[in-house]
C-alpha cells in the first residue's frame, strides 16, 4: 500500500515541478524576453556530425545526416506510415554538386539551413502535409538542379504535374518533383534542373492525382504554413519550458527537449505518440503512456490528450472470450493490435486520472469510463490470485523481448513488483474516478 503511494507521489511531485516556469531570456538591457525557434539553431560541425528527424505531426517523418552526401542507410530518408518512400536527395548549381560535407550546418527545430560556398539550401517540412520543400537561395550560378536517390524509387518520367517517381513501398501513390515557382525547367532522366531563381524544389507524395493542387496550394501559401508551424512551436516552449533563468544553454536545451518530444505527437492509427525515431514510428502503450505527462500534459494540450485517450480506447479488447479482455494494446501498428502487456493498461488508467486532477473534465470522464471500468473488472475477474495480485504471463512485462517469438529473454514469473504496483495505482485511480 506505502509502496503504491510513494510510486504515485513521487510521478506527480516530478511532474508539478515540471511544469512550473515559463520560457522568458533576460535580454542585454536586464528585461526578460521570449525564447523563440528562430533562436534556437545548432551548428554542427563537419568531423562532429549528427542525425536529424523531422515530423508532419501526421504519419511522416524524415531522418537524415547534417554532413553526409546522399545518405541511404536502411531508415533514412522519407517514410510516411511505416512506409519508406525516398533515401535522400543530391542539390547542385550549373555542373557543380552541392556537397554537404563542405557545408556550414545549422539545425532548427523546424528546419536544417545548409550554406554551400554557390547557395543557401533550407530543407522544411509542414504539419500535416506530405510534402518537402528544399529551399534553395543566394544562388551563385545560372541554374539549380535536384536528383532524388534511385535506391527507393522507380526512374522518373515526364507527368502532368511535374516528374514522377513510384515508390517501391508505396500504397499506390506517387512522388511528384517540381520546381517550386511555376518555371520552365529541364529533365535529363536524372537530374531536374531550373532557373537559379526557381526558390528550390517541392517533393510531394499522394495517391489521388492531386500533385499539381497540392504544389499550387503550397506555392501560395507556404509562407502562411511555415509560420504556423513556427507559432505552434514558439507556443508550446512558451507554455511549457519549465525554467525562468538567466542560464540561456539550459533553457535553450529544455526548449529543444519540449519540441523534440512533441515531434513524436502524430497522427498515424488516430492520434498517439511514436516509441521513438527512426525505428519505432508506431504507438505502445506502454511507451506512450510513460512519456504523456511530459510530453502533453505539461505542455498544456489537453485536446491531444483526450484524442489520444479516445482513439487508443478504440483499440482494447473487447472480445468477452480473450485472455486479455480489457486490456489496452502494448502496440498498434498498421499490421495489427498486440496486447502482450500488462502495464500499458494501468499506466493507461492513471494518465487518464492524472488528466482529470489537471483539467477536471469531468464530461470526459463519463465517455471514458467504461473503457477503464472494463479494464479493471475484467482483471478483478479472471486475472487476479486469491490475494489479489495480478497474474501475467511471464514476458508481459516491459521485458517483452523473446526468442524464435516464443522464448522469453528475461522471464520474470507472473507476479512481478512493478506489475502489482502500476495494479494498486490503477484500482486506486479507478476508485477515485
Known sequence: MKFGQLFAVAGCTALLGACSGSSLLPGQDGTLSRLDVEDMGIAVAADSQREY????????????????????????????A???????????????????????????????????????????????????????????????????????????????????????????????????????????????????????????YTEDGSAAQVAALFRRDHEKMLSERIDRMNALVEKSNPLSSDNDTLDRAMAWIVLTTDELITCQQGNGIYAGLPWFNEYWGRDMFISMPGAVFCTGQWET??????????????????????????RANLEGIIYNTADGTPRFVTDVYEYMQYTGDTTYLASI?????????????????????????????WMDA???????CSPRGNRAVDIQALWYGQLRSGAEM
Open 53 to 80: 528527424s523531422f515530423t508532419d505531426k501526421k504519419a511522416s517523418f524524415w531522418y537524415g545526416m547534417t554532413h553526409t552526401d546522399n545518405w541511404d542507410d536502411w531508415h533514412s530518408g522519407w517514410n510516411i
Open 82 to 204: 511505416k512506409r519508406r518512400l525516398l533515401s535522400d536527395y543530391t542539390v547542385g548549381v550549373d555542373g557543380d554538386t552541392l556537397s554537404r560535407r563542405e557545408a556550414e550546418v545549422t539545425v532548427y527545430p523546424y528546419k536544417i539551413d545548409r550554406v554551400y560556398a554557390k547557395a543557401r539550401e533550407n530543407f522544411y517540412m509542414f504539419d500535416r502535409v506530405e510534402l518537402l520543400y528544399v529551399e534553395l537561395s543566394d544562388v551563385k550560378g545560372d541554374s539549380v538542379w535536384i536528383e532524388l536517390s534511385p535506391r527507393l524509387i522507380s526512374a522518373g518520367k515526364q507527368g502532368a504535374a511535374g516528374i514522377e517517381f513510384v515508390p517501391k513501398e508505396s500504397a499506390g501513390g506517387v512522388i511528384t518533383l517540381q520546381p517550386f515557382k511555376d518555371v520552365a525547367c529541364r529533365w535529363n532522366g536524372t537530374r531536374l534542373m531550373a532557373p537559379a531563381d526557381a526558390g528550390g524544389f517541392i517533393i510531394s
Open 305 to 330: 490528450a483526450r484524442s489520444i485517450f479516445s482513439d487508443f480506447a478504440k483499440f482494447q479488447d473487447r472480445n468477452p472470450e480473450s485472455e486479455t479482455l480489457g486490456r489496452i494494446p502494448n
Open 369 to 397: 469510463y467504461p473503457a477503464i471500468e472494463l479494464s479493471i473488472n475484467s482483471v478483478i475477474e479472471r486475472g487476479t490470485d486469491t490475494d489479489g495480485f495480478l497474474v501475467h504471463a511471464d514476458a508481459d512485462t
Open 402 to 408: 523473446k526468442r524464435q517469438g516464443k522464448y522469453p
